[in-house]
């Protein structure tokens, strides 16, 4: 029709007044890029002082993607988006995401990959195929290293060697893992891709992961198979750098 239309593509965790974390994939090929912060209600009138402006878009260099029954699975799927004005951090529905940075947060520490639970937050669908209408927390999801959730995507696609092939390429000890809750019909979803796996540590979450792909089924959420995400600890120095500045150290 010519028209422009805008629709929610991805999710995203806020990190400065001016920067936000998302996943690769999600603006790889955006001409132009909006977020919308706080708690959105997708039933409900946009109220348009929640949507901003993208100034640039970072998005890693190396990040690759291969296209997957209609989808996409990339590698290095991170990206971060600079926006034209500062967000009002005293705003009570906005939330600024804990990294997991050395010396500052020894979160990162104490995280037992494989062991501990993650909570995944999203505006993705929900388990009957539907899309939500308002943010997803989807808690008590066991964390799965890159190892295990490489074997176990491979078996879930009943070994198929195309998986094999694009698993090859895209995990790594750059990526991490989460598995649904079936009993509490808690998992990854579609429209979930950027959001962020968080870890619960002394009354805080600290975001461990970035949501980047996984396995569905019909438009159904799978709370059996694993969804990988970014592995948000191997990037924390190119993180810091585009928000500080390239002269940006880690004490």
Not at 48 to 76: F, G, M, T
Not at 89 to 114: K, W, Y
Request: charged share 20%; proline share 2%; with cysteine.
């Amino acid at each position: 029709s010519g028209k422009k239309s805008e629709s929610i593509a991805c999710s995203g965790q806020i990190l400065t007044e001016k920067f936000v974390i998302t996943a690769g994939h999600c603006v790889n090929k955006a001409i132009q890029m909006l977020v919308i912060t706080g708690y959105l209600d997708l039933r409900e009138i946009l109220d348009r002082s929640h949507v901003h402006k993208v100034k640039k878009i970072y998005i890693h260099s190396d990040y690759k993607e291969w296209s997957l029954l209609q989808s996409i699975v990339a590698e290095n799927d991170i990206s971060i988006l600079e926006l034209f004005s500062p967000l009002k951090l005293s705003d009570p529905e906005i939330g600024v995401a804990c990294l997991p940075i050395p010396n500052e947060n020894v979160s990162s520490i104490n995280f037992r990959m494989g062991k501990d639970f993650v909570t995944i937050l999203g505006y993705g669908t929900t388990n009957n195929g539907a899309r939500s209408c308002c943010l997803r927390y989807a808690k008590d999801l066991r964390s799965m290293g890159w190892r295990n959730c490489k074997k176990r995507l491979f078996r879930d696609f009943h070994f198929s060697s195309v998986i094999k092939y694009l698993t090859d390429k895209t995990m790594n000890s750059n990526s991490v893992c989460s598995i649904g809750n079936e009993k509490h019909k808690a998992t990854s979803c579609i429209g979930d891709s950027g959001g962020g796996m968080y870890f619960l540590e002394d009354d805080r979450y600290v975001l461990m992961g970035v949501t980047s792909y996984g396995k569905v089924s019909h438009a159904m959420c799978d709370y059996q198979s694993p969804f990988v995400s970014a592995n948000i600890r191997v990037y924390i120095d190119w993180i810091l750098k585009i928000i500080h500045g390239d002269n940006f150290e880690i004490q």
